[in-house]
């Protein structure tokens, strides 16, 4: 299958998309690892905030003029359908997005607002897709697949060959995946040109489908996802993106929840860089040790950055604590005056800001005459942390709980 693909395809899909999108230059790194060079490929800051308008517009420029008078489909409840629709706009062409009714609205009005019609469907993803599926055979319009389709996947490419233009020498990229179209076209384009490059794919852990697919050596399908990274919440990887990733990828491997929180929180500190959860994996597993990167010159590729910004705090929060910035305990202490005196004076000492606390003395667990005294605190690191416990306990304070 991979044969339906060459590098001179990839090569044409760049020219095409010259006059539609960004150049994302790469971008060092120091923060995220310190035993090795790593830079950022910073698709979040693409038209339409994802990758995705790549592969997109590459498939539709390609179209000939009976598929065009008929205009495209899609289905998708993120950064695909922006992409199909600014892609569709760009070239003069119908395009029909098919969304879930419960599809928030924020990402309804960006594919609206780039001219496409939406067709909003009751239901949930599967829903939507099967109704895409019937407007394209009552409307002969062309389906745009998110990830399945060598046209796609050579336009996704062209990321590889930006990366490899600009650092013909990088060790190892890292790449996001989800459902294997983006990985299969920078994994297919920096192996023609380097064959010695590595390239590492990253998965949510609570949605590994590649991962389970590539230990099976054959394509599964998880019966749920669940993870903050919905952008590669795919419980399914396409025949053409399996056997892509099966010959030209070298690994993948997945993190957990609060490592992406970390990561994100990371991009957003370090480079004033908002990623949302799908973008940030690949930081993530640099990050925590998932590939071995020791002394390599690496790009992580940050693939979108449509994070929902009602759930950036909680995201913040999260990070915060993964990376040992943000200590909540949970104290018994006898239900005393001054003690809590006692307890916020050696937290000051130790160098430690309390943010919020709270006292509750209807636990059924502690003794009568004790309370539950929670305190979330701003602590420096992990290390940082250790030390505050150490001199809560050597002060005789009885720790019950701790996040």
Known sequence: MENELTLNEIYRA???????IRKTNLVISPSIRKDCEIYIKPENLQVTGSFKVRGASYMISQLSDEERKHGVIACSAGNHAQGVALAAKAYGIKATICLPKGAPISKVEATRSYGAEICLVPGVYDDAYKRALELKDEKNMTFVHPFDDIKVIAGQGTIGLE???????????IVPVGGGGLISGVAYAAKQLN?????????AQGAPSMVKSLEHDQIKSLVKVSTIADGIAVKQPGNYTYDFCKKWVDKIVTVSDDEVCAAILLLLEKHKLIAEGAGAVSVAAAMFGHIPLEGKKAVCVVSG?????????RIINRGLQMNGRQFTVALEIKDRP???VNIATLIAKSGANITAISHERTNSDINVNSCVLRITMETRDINHIEEIKEALINNKFNIIKEK
């Open 14 to 20: 760049s020219y095409a998309l010259k006059s539609i």
């Open 163 to 173: 990366i490899m233009n600009e650092m013909a020498d990088v060790d190892a990229i």
């Open 195 to 203: 064959p010695n490059v590595k390239v590492y794919g990253v998965q």
């Open 305 to 313: 950055g449509n994070i929902d910004v009602t759930s950036l705090n």
């Open 338 to 340: 001054g003690e809590l």
